[in-house]
C-alpha cells in the first residue's frame, strides 16, 4: 500500500465488490471508528460478513484486518482524518464555502498524487520518453484537455507529440505504431473505450504504452505497461474537470520536467527557438 492511505483507498474503490466498497467507504468517512472496531462490529456496521472485510484489507494492500486498524490508527493520529472526508459541495453552499471547498478538493488531489507517484515509475516513463520516435497522447473529455497539453508540452522541448480525441484518428495512428512509439492514456475511470482500445492497438504494434488514471486496478491500467496513478474523487459537482484533471495536470508536469531534466541541452534549446518564434509573432501583432 502507499504511503497515502487515503489515495490508496480511493484508488482501488472503483474496483471493489459492492459488498467491499461498503467496507472502504466506511474507511473513508470514518477511519477513527473502523480502527476501534473489532472484525465483528465492523461486519455488523458495514452488513457484510467477516470474510468480505479480511477480503477488503488484503485488496487495500494489507496482510488482514489487523495490520489495516493499524496503518488507520496510525493516520488518525497523524490527523489525517479531516483529509479523508473534506466535505461534499452542497446546492445551498454559499460561494465561500465553495472556494474552500473546492481549493480543498483540489489541494488534495494534488498531495495526494505527489504521495503516490513513485519516482521508479516516473523515471521509468521518463526513459521511454527521451527514447521514442513518436509519442501519441489520447484522452476524451476532459482528460483529453490533459492529453492536448502534454502533447503541447513534448512538442515545445522538440519531442514529436501527437494529441487524439477522436477515437477513429486514434486507432488510425495506433495501428500504425512500432516498438520504437510511445502511447500514453489519460483516463480518470481507466474504462472508457475510446481511450482503451486506442491503447490495446499500440500495445498488440508493439508500441509502448503508458497509463495515466486514477484507477490502478482498470482495464486501461492492465494493458499498459507503465501506469501513473492520480487521485481525486468525482462527484456531482466536481466531475472530471476539476480535481480528478488538476491531478492528472501533475503528472503531465513531472513527466514534461523529467525530461527536460534528462535532455537538459536539447530542451533549453528547443525553449529558447520556440519562444522566440512566439515573441516575434507577438511583436509583429502589437506594431501592425
Not at 474496483?15 to 477511519?31: E, F, H, K, M, Q
Not at 489541494?107 to 521508479?120: F, H, I, M, N
Amino acid at each position: 500500500m502507499s504511503t497515502n492511505l487515503v489515495a490508496s483507498v480511493r484508488a482501488v474503490l472503483p474496483s471493489l465488490t459492492p459488498s467491499a466498497r461498503s467496507i472502504a467507504r466506511l474507511i473513508l468517512d470514518d477511519p477513527a471508528m473502523v480502527a476501534k472496531s473489532t472484525i465483528t462490529e465492523l461486519s455488523a456496521a458495514a452488513g457484510t460478513s467477516q470474510a468480505t472485510i479480511v477480503r477488503t484489507a488484503r485488496a487495500l494492500g494489507f496482510s488482514g484486518y489487523s495490520e489495516l486498524r493499524l496503518a488507520l490508527a496510525a493516520a488518525s493520529a497523524q490527523g489525517e482524518r479531516d483529509r479523508l472526508v473534506p466535505g461534499d459541495l452542497a446546492p445551498g453552499d454559499p460561494l465561500a464555502e465553495v472556494i474552500a471547498k473546492v481549493a480543498r478538493a483540489e489541494s488534495d488531489a494534488l498531495a495526494d498524487t505527489a504521495a503516490q507517484l513513485a519516482p521508479e515509475r516516473l523515471g521509468a516513463v521518463v526513459d521511454a520518453l527521451i527514447g521514442a520516435r513518436r509519442v501519441s497522447v489520447v484522452g476524451v473529455g476532459a482528460s483529453g484537455l490533459v492529453a492536448a497539453d502534454m502533447a503541447q508540452k513534448l512538442m515545445r522541448i522538440g519531442i514529436a507529440g501527437h494529441p487524439f480525441a477522436d477515437v477513429h484518428l486514434a486507432l488510425t495512428a495506433a495501428a500504425l505504431a512500432g516498438p520504437e512509439d510511445v502511447w500514453v492514456a489519460v483516463s480518470c475511470t481507466g474504462e472508457t473505450a475510446d481511450v482503451v482500445e486506442p491503447v490495446r492497438t499500440a500495445r498488440e504494434a508493439g508500441a509502448t504504452t503508458v497509463a495515466i488514471t486514477n484507477n490502478p486496478r482498470s482495464t486501461l491500467a492492465d494493458l499498459a505497461g507503465h501506469v501513473l496513478v492520480s487521485a481525486g474523487r468525482e462527484t456531482a459537482f466536481r466531475p472530471g474537470a476539476l480535481a480528478s484533471r488538476i491531478s492528472q495536470l501533475l503528472i503531465v508536469d513531472c513527466v514534461f520536467v523529467g525530461v527536460a531534466q534528462r535532455t537538459f541541452e536539447r530542451s533549453d534549446a528547443a525553449l529558447r527557438v520556440t519562444k522566440g518564434a512566439l515573441d516575434r509573432y507577438g511583436g509583429r501583432r502589437i506594431r501592425s
